[in-house]
């Protein structure tokens, strides 16, 4: 059974940081392309980040661009990673991990985790 297992979410105050984990069980996912989206109450689902298999091509939504890094580590730990620096309250939402089904990021992801929530306090 294939799971992608988010951590890392909490309450912080505004301008501080937090890194998001996902890490996925039941297959390996070093030849897909891996990322983060997170919503809301009352807005549709967003992209935030993705990375590409290798790790050699991210790419990241203009709200969060500067402040946010992605990675991911392919050997034992299966995980991607969300450093998030910087943070401001309209960055408060459930943050959802996203596998794709290739290489790069293209579509929806095919694999979705349960989500972690993000607070930040102004």
């Known amino acids: 059974q294939v799971q992608l297992d988010e951590s890392g979410g909490g309450l912080v105050q505004s301008g501080g940081s937090l890194r998001l984990s996902c890490a996925a069980s039941?297959?390996?996912?070093?030849?897909?392309?891996m990322g983060w989206f997170r919503q809301s109450p009352g807005k549709e689902r967003e992209f935030v980040s993705a990375?590409?298999?290798?790790?050699?091509?991210?790419?990241y939504a203009d709200s969060v661009k500067g402040r946010f890094t992605i990675s991911r580590d392919n050997n034992a730990k299966n995980t991607v990673y969300l450093q998030m620096d910087s943070l401001k309250s309209e960055d408060t939402a459930v943050y959802y991990c996203?596998?794709?089904?290739?290489?790069?990021?293209?579509?929806?992801?095919?694999?979705w985790g349960q989500g972690t929530q993000v607070t930040v306090s102004s």
């Open positions: 996203g596998a794709w089904r290739y290489r790069y990021y293209s579509g929806s992801p095919g694999y």
């Open positions: 039941g297959r390996t996912f070093s030849s897909n392309a």
């Open positions: 990375i590409n298999w290798s790790g050699s091509s991210t790419f």
